[in-house]
């Protein structure tokens, strides 16, 4: 059964406004919404794949215009090349993507491990693992790959990320306390679950709760541990004006420490982040952070 979204929802998921999605249904037919018994437009999957891969063509400098005259086929095909010839080919992403889109899940699997044997877990995951995400992210976008084969790694990656996440556990008591968790709406996980393992070998205790953490529950926490740093990431899109209010949420909670930011939705409010909020654009960054 097909998912329903209002334009509201398709708003959030895509990124791109409600306005520019009516202006495009209406200036250039790109979508055609079917309507409940009560005369209420909602849109389905190919409507959010479609306008995902929309705005990810507009911009790459394609026209709105020349990109409403194509059919689901071509632009798939645009996306796939733009996808494709984007800098150079990495022979390990390639090898990768070649395992995941014929589903040969034993040879994926030895050839994850046979990455983190050969570069380390750091560079695996900074120099292979998030760039191939990206690609996972774009070959769906096109209609190569579906849902349950981005879980497939998704899962295969968070695994093995654990595994050396437990491996590192701090060994003093006296290491000062660090927080990471993503809040109610947030389930992109990887990237933070990454970041506490470069906290716990920089020498802090982490506590990691996972996604989706409900408010009153970091209440709870905030009241039961010290802590002398706090993170989280926004990677999915979200309505206007979320970010600054939660963050003002986390600053009274938590009034003294220091907290760390991260994820795609941030770039756009770094001019307006409070005193005491640090957008941290990558690991290296958090290294140098954690080292001051």
Not at 13 to 33: C, D, F, M, Q
Not at 126 to 141: D, I, M, N, P, S
């Amino acid at each position: 059964m097909t998912n329903r979204y209002s334009i509201k929802d398709l708003e959030i998921l895509s990124g791109v406004k409600a306005h520019t999605i009516r202006i495009w249904e209406k200036r250039y037919n790109l979508l055609s919404p079917e309507r409940t018994d009560t005369n209420i437009r909602y849109y389905n999957d190919n409507d959010l794949r479609k306008i995902i891969n929309v705005s990810f063509l507009v911009r790459h400098q394609f026209k709105i215009s020349r990109i409403s005259t194509w059919d689901s086929a071509r632009i798939q095909t645009e996306v796939l090349n733009i996808s494709n010839n984007s800098g150079e080919k990495d022979e390990l992403t390639e090898q990768l993507l070649s395992c995941l889109i014929s589903f040969e899940n034993h040879k994926f699997l030895k050839l994850v491990n046979d990455i983190i044997h050969d570069l380390g877990i750091e560079e695996a995951y900074t120099k292979v693992f998030f760039g191939f995400l990206e690609k996972v992210g774009l070959y769906w976008q096109a209609g190569v790959l579906y849902p349950a084969q981005e879980h497939f790694v998704s899962n295969v990656l968070r695994q093995k990320l654990l595994a050396e996440i437990e491996f590192a556990e701090a060994e003093s008591k006296n290491q000062p306390n660090m927080l990471f968790f993503l809040h109610e709406n947030e389930m992109h996980e990887l990237g933070l679950l990454f970041y506490s393992w470069i906290a716990r070998k920089s020498g802090f205790n982490v506590i990691y709760l996972g996604t989706q953490v409900p408010f009153d529950d970091l209440r709870k926490v905030a009241g039961a541990t010290r802590f002398s740093a706090v993170m989280t990431a926004f990677t999915n899109p979200m309505e206007e004006g979320f970010i600054q209010e939660y963050l003002q949420k986390l600053l009274h909670l938590f009034p003294t420490q220091k907290i760390y930011i991260s994820g795609y939705q941030v770039k756009d409010i770094m001019d307006e982040l409070p005193e005491r909020v640090e957008p941290i654009r990558n690991y290296l960054a958090l290294k140098q952070k954690l080292k001051e």
